[in-house]
């Protein structure tokens, strides 16, 4: 099997000579295989290695044990190894996030620390062909476009994946040959993960549906990802030729755009944000309709989008600009709101038994759950409020079930961490940032020229 890791390394050339690598080590079989592979390859590519592990703070003694055997192998195998800690139940219920989610955006920011700490390192994560299957069939239950089908990259930015072309059982086996011991993590067999489901699925669907299942899906990704170069190559010559950009903002015929397929416009669509903030990340396929509609509409119409960019019909063009006000803070008017709205905020320690005031247009907040920076804003994609109970509510649901009507939805502001709603003005506050009696500092918060903004 190293032979083949070898080989694959070379063909999607994940390795230069004198690399320097953070490689992501839990302590399982993918982990330890990986790192003992790039061990083993350390002195044929002159690379400089270190190992990352990161305690999630989730599973108490069992989560100590996994720190303690990687250092020890770390040691053994005389790679520098670091320990982060991370509070990851808390920070999910901060940022209103699955600990899933939450754990891997850590572990990958810690990643990123270490590496830019040996001064630009690539970063290893263990992920195989199975991971690879789970990948596409989760995005494809999540309805992602053909990009989440294709599943992941043995390279992207500065992540690499030297294992993506072996399978798990060869994992297994290249450990057992070599007496290779690792930890089982119990979080693995839980239901609660939506991965864990999905990797239990696989083996069933192969003895039930195909024993070549996950063969077949791999293919089906590759097909994919061949079918999305090809799409967003089309969409740069289309750009390319028939683009224009001008005074800050790029555009295209209306009528091009109407006449193209629905999927080559998406990734034209696509193509001109990127150009316009240099990344897609928030963007989603609601946004690329509404853009693609507006070709079909009459001049005037406009749809606001995330990074402060709004697309606009104009004459015979289809623009995207910057938004008006889009910088405004929290002193500055809410974008398209109904009037002026400024926020006075005043912070105090919270007195025992001290009565929470019942105001429409002041409201009291848990300072010490504010973690980020809040901003005054009209909502955005993503925005949410959490009920009672834990559980959260987008603000689309909430404006319809409160019969606002669909023009005043994006003239009211809202006070937001984030994606998290503090504060929808004039209406409600969230339940995660309410005031308890275990609150020590109280963030007051009070709205001027708020009338007209709730009932």
């Known amino acids: 099997m190293l032979e083949r890791v070898a080989a694959f390394i070379r063909e999607k050339q994940l390795l230069q000579e004198g690399d320097r690598v953070v490689v992501g080590v839990s302590g399982g079989a993918d982990s330890v295989c990986l790192l003992h592979v790039l061990v083993s390859l350390r002195q044929e590519f002159r690379l400089t290695l270190r190992a990352v592990h990161v305690h999630h703070g989730i599973r108490g003694g069992e989560a100590d044990r996994d720190a303690e055997f990687v250092e020890r192998l770390a040691e053994e195998w005389e790679v520098p190894c670091a320990v982060v800690r991370e509070n990851v139940p808390d920070y999910a219920a901060r940022l209103g996030l699955s600990e899933e989610e939450a754990g891997r955006l850590l572990r990958y920011a810690a990643f990123r620390r270490e590496a830019e700490r040996m001064g630009g390192a690539k ?8 991971d690879q299957a789970e990948t596409i069939l989760h995005n494809l239950f999540r309805g992602s476009a053909l990009k989440g089908l294709a599943g992941m990259a043995p390279a992207a930015e500065d992540v690499i994946r030297p294992l993506l072309g072996v399978g ?14 690792f930890c089982e993590d119990s979080t693995n067999d839980s239901g609660e993960y939506t991965r864990n489901r999905i990797r239990r699925l696989l083996p069933e669907i192969c003895r039930e549906v195909n024993g070549n299942a996950v063969e077949h899906i791999l293919a ?14 089309e ?10 950009s001008e005074d800050g903002r790029c555009g295209i015929e209306a009528q091009t755009l109407a006449e193209l397929p629905e999927i ?22 609601a946004h690329v309709e509404w853009i693609r509609r507006l070709a079909a509409m009459e001049t005037g119409k406009r749809v606001s989008l995330p990074y402060g960019l709004e697309a606009v019909r104009e004459y015979r063009m289809l623009w995207l600009e910057e938004r008006e006000n889009s910088a405004g803070t929290a ?19 919270r007195e025992k038994n001290q009565k929470i005031p019942e105001n429409r247009y002041t409201k009291w907040f848990d300072y010490d759950k504010i973690k980020g920076t809040l901003s005054l804003r009209i909502r955005q994609p993503g925005d949410y409020i959490m009920l009672k109970g834990g559980g959260r509510k987008s603000l689309k649901a909430f404006f319809i079930d409160e019969k606002i009507p669909r023009h005043l939805r ?31 500092e109280v963030l007051r918060v ?6 007209g903004h709730g009932r």
């Open 168 to 181: 798990r059982s060869d994992i297994l086996s290249y450990l057992k040959d070599r007496g290779l011991t």
């Open 220 to 233: 089906a990704g590759e097909k994919i990802a061949q079918a999305d170069a090809w799409f967003e190559k």
């Open 264 to 285: 080559l416009a998406g990734y034209l669509i696509m193509k001109m944000i990127r150009l316009r903030t240099g990344s897609v990340k928030d963007i989603a396929s």
């Open 123 to 130: 970063i290893a994560v263990g992920h195989h062909k199975e």
């Open 235 to 244: 969409a740069e010559r289309i750009w390319a030729d028939r683009g224009v």
């Open 331 to 349: 002193e500055a008017a809410a974008e398209d709101g109904l009037r002026t709205c400024r926020l006075a905020f005043s912070r105090f320690p």
């Open 410 to 440: 994006d003239r009211i502001p809202v006070l937001a961490e984030g994606n998290h709603v503090l504060w929808i003005v004039g209406y409600r506050i969230s339940e995660y940032y309410k005031v308890t009696e275990a609150t020590k």
């Open 446 to 451: 009070q709205a001027d020229g708020g009338e």
